[in-house]
């Protein structure tokens, strides 16, 4: 079911009133309509499925001595399956006033037990990786009904590394 449109012409005749009381009149109609919506979006949120596949049982006594060896099986699942985009992760840093901050990343290998990925060392997250050398990193794989969460040390391995 399609969300309501705004209704303009109340914002319209609303606002034709003195001119000291044209922004307050507009901002008022607009938030009330934007709680509305909210109030449907929730609704409609709140209604969506979700795990709408048989789950996988999880057996941590029979999973791998070492985390990474388990995602590394789950990461090889994934691809198998043909999860779309497996290899798309969450990347979240932290900046020097301890906010986060999150973005998606693309998998490009993993190394000695190590996750690789390729960024610029002038972005955001550049600055506060090259700051904090800390990261966690988050992957779901919608289909097999499996997330994953990653956090550690960050190595720059060069330009090198990223080509
Ligand atoms: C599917 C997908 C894959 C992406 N892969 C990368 C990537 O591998 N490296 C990268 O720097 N940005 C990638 N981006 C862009 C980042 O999400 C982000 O917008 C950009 O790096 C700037 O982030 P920052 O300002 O937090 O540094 C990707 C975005 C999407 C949607």
Redesign the pocket.
């Known amino acids: 079911m399609p969300l309501p449109k705004l209704p303009t012409d109340t914002i319209k005749r609303e606002t034709e009133t003195e001119d000291s009381m044209d922004t307050q009149a507009e901002a008022t109609i607009r938030n009330s309509d934007g709680e509305q919506l909210d109030d449907e979006l929730q609704e409609r949120l709140r209604s969506l499925r979700v795990f709408d596949c048989e789950l996988p049982a999880f057996d941590i006594g029979g999973a791998p001595e070492h985390p990474i060896e388990l995602f590394r099986s789950w990461l090889i699942e994934a691809i198998t399956a043909g999860v779309r985009?497996p290899h798309?992760m969450t990347l979240s840093?932290v900046d020097a006033d301890r906010r986060p901050?999150s973005?998606?990343?693309?998998l490009?290998g993993l190394s000695s037990g190590a996750l690789q990925?390729?960024?610029?060392r002038t972005?955001?997250?550049?600055r506060e990786l090259s700051a904090t050398l800390q990261a966690a990193a988050g992957f779901y794989w919608r289909e097999l009904g499996r997330q994953v969460r990653l956090t550690g040390q960050v190595l720059d391995r060069g330009r090198d590394a990223a080509a």
């Open positions: 985009e798309a840093t901050s973005r998606v990343l693309i490009k990925f390729a960024s610029s972005s955001r997250k550049g």
